[in-house]
């Protein structure tokens, strides 16, 4: 403290009490000052931490918005490594705050890049506040595999973007689920015992079922593998109504329920139950000159048929066989030297058909789903080394290869035709086009329905002699 005493000559008394104060009042000034700056935010002061600010701007980069809600869509992962690197040289305590905010933005990312393995998208899921509508689910993605992935509940901070993955999460969820039911309900079909027209009637209303769940997914990739799977429960209870019709016929409102029914009426059409008139024409042997004359005839007549192809002569004129395709009819595969198959050994028969499918597919872009045997030779032999297609006969022969007349063919043929027929006939031969001129109408005027193969049963035609 100063001392009390006062020299009017000097002042010194007045000299040290000056000094003391004014060594006080600096001590407080750098106290506040000291103070103030450890409690104002850094980003005031950048100066004071350089590295802070660009940890900061480094996480600031990775968003789209100043909200911070909306990843950048351009972001990697390596600008997110180059965030952390420079939070990694932040010091003190703004170091945590800065590696919280950075882990939302990883977090968020990981959930993007999950949803991005759940649906089969090429470009953006969400893009700035946009979420994208109607995604498919990639094919095999089960409930499981989406569970696994969502972490949305882990956000402790739910803003618009966390909201809208969780909802992408929600409606995969549902589509995997929606894909469940359905092979639950396919799964129901098999256990139906089709033995009356009281199961036929059960079988029928579990299909209409299906059918509806179906609905729901039917635009995701993943439903064609489902659909094969209700095809071949189908093909089997097709068998299962037919034998119960010819044992115990159906009513006819039972009949004519299964053949209006969107589903179960193509898998009808051509069996015993189908009391209509149809015929499917097949035309062997091209391609060949005189296949262009085929295909205008039945442009005239707006009837659509199967060619079964040769793969030699396919390499020959691919441009013939692919303009079949072009006016839209059925490519089928017809060997590809034209052999006896019942003369080959097994490997010769397998390379026979393969190398027909190479030439029609790369003349045409289609890969053929049904075959038919050279001279209709081969038998269950060959059906059983070629399980992956269909081998088609026939049960109504033009013979126009035999007699090339087409007085003769149009006699023959008219004379032999079935309520359901898959007629033969070669498109190498200039008589049956003119034939064909009176046949196909003559036909339409008995009632015939001009069908394709898909349209008719010719399950007991595909034997081979």
């Given at each position: 403290m100063p001392s009390d005493s006062f020299d009017p000559r000097t002042g010194q008394q007045q000299v040290s009490h000056r000094k003391y104060w004014i060594a006080l009042i600096s001590i407080a000034t750098l106290g506040f000052l000291i103070i103030g700056l450890s409690i104002v935010k850094p980003e005031f002061f950048p100066f004071i931490n350089s590295q802070a600010h660009q940890a900061r701007e480094a996480i600031n980069h990775l968003y789209s918005d100043e909200q911070k809600v909306y990843l950048n869509a351009g972001i990697s992962l390596d600008d997110i490594k180059r965030a952390q690197e420079e939070v990694d040289q932040v010091k003190g305590r703004q170091k945590q705050t800065l590696q919280d905010q950075l882990n939302i933005v990883k977090a968020k990312y990981d959930g993007i890049r999950h949803l991005s393995e759940i649906?089969?998208?090429?470009?953006?899921?969400?893009?700035?506040?946009?979420?994208?509508?109607?995604?498919?689910?990639?094919?095999?993605?089960?409930?499981?595999?989406?569970?696994?992935?969502?972490?949305?509940?882990?956000?402790?901070?739910?803003?618009?973007?966390?909201?809208?993955?969780?909802?992408?999460?929600?409606?995969?969820?549902?589509?995997?689920?929606?894909?469940?039911?359905?092979?639950?309900?396919?799964?129901?079909?098999?256990?139906?015992?089709?033995?009356?027209?009281?199961?036929?009637?059960?079988?029928?209303?579990?299909?209409?079922?299906?059918?509806?769940?179906?609905?729901?997914?039917?635009?995701q990739p993943g439903s064609q593998t489902v659909k094969k799977e209700l095809d071949e429960v189908l093909d089997e209870a097709l068998y299962d109504i037919v034998a119960v019709h010819r044992s115990h016929p159906l009513s006819e409102e039972m009949v004519e329920n299964l053949m209006s029914h969107q589903v179960l009426g193509p898998y009808i059409a051509g069996t015993a139950l189908d009391e209509r008139k149809s015929v499917a024409l097949t035309f062997d042997d091209g391609p060949h000159e005189n296949t262009y004359r085929v295909l205008d005839l039945l442009d005239e007549?707006?009837?659509?048929?199967?060619?079964?192809?040769?793969?030699?002569?396919?390499?020959?004129?691919?441009?013939?066989?692919?303009?079949?395709?072009?006016?839209?009819?059925?490519?089928?595969?017809?060997?590809?030297?034209?052999?006896?198959?019942?003369?080959?050994?097994?490997?010769?028969?397998?390379?026979?058909?393969?190398?027909?499918?190479?030439?029609?597919?790369?003349?045409?872009?289609?890969?053929?789903?049904?075959?038919?045997?050279?001279?209709?030779?081969?038998?269950?032999?060959?059906?059983?080394?070629?399980?992956?297609?269909?081998?088609?006969?026939?049960?109504?022969?033009?013979?126009?290869?035999?007699?090339?007349?087409?007085?003769?063919?149009?006699?023959?043929?008219?004379?032999?035709?079935?309520?359901?027929?898959?007629?033969?006939?070669?498109?190498?031969?200039?008589?049956?086009?003119?034939?064909?001129?009176?046949?196909?109408?003559?036909?339409?005027?008995?009632?015939?329905?001009?069908?394709?193969?898909d349209e008719i049963s010719y399950d007991y035609l595909n034997d081979g002699f």
């Open positions: 649906y089969d998208v090429t470009g953006p899921l969400i893009l700035s506040d946009e979420i994208a509508e109607d995604l498919p689910l990639r094919a095999g993605v089960t409930v499981s595999d989406i569970e696994e992935r969502d972490h949305t509940d882990q956000f402790t901070r739910r803003d618009e973007l966390v909201e809208k993955m969780s909802e992408l999460f929600t409606r995969a969820k549902q589509m995997a689920q929606s894909f469940d039911q359905v092979r639950q309900q396919i799964a129901t079909l098999e256990t139906i015992d089709i033995k009356d027209e009281e199961s036929v009637r059960q079988f029928k209303h579990q299909v209409d079922e299906v059918e509806g769940q179906l609905a729901t997914i039917k635009n007549f707006d009837v659509k048929a199967t060619f079964f192809h040769v793969g030699g002569f396919v390499d020959a004129h691919p441009e013939i066989t692919k303009e079949v395709v072009e006016r839209g009819h059925e490519i089928a595969n017809h060997s590809y030297g034209h052999p006896d198959l019942a003369t080959l050994p097994d490997e010769e028969v397998i390379r026979e058909i393969q190398d027909a499918q190479d030439s029609i597919a790369e003349a045409t872009g289609v890969t053929p789903t049904r075959y038919r045997m050279p001279f209709g030779s081969g038998g269950q032999r060959v059906i059983q080394l070629i399980p992956e297609l269909s081998s088609v006969m026939w049960n109504v022969d033009s013979q126009d290869w035999q007699s090339q007349d087409s007085q003769v063919i149009y006699q023959h043929t008219m004379a032999t035709m079935l309520p359901q027929s898959v007629v033969l006939f070669h498109e190498t031969i200039p008589a049956s086009v003119d034939a064909l001129k009176r046949i196909i109408p003559e036909l339409k005027e008995k009632g015939y329905e001009f069908v394709t193969l």
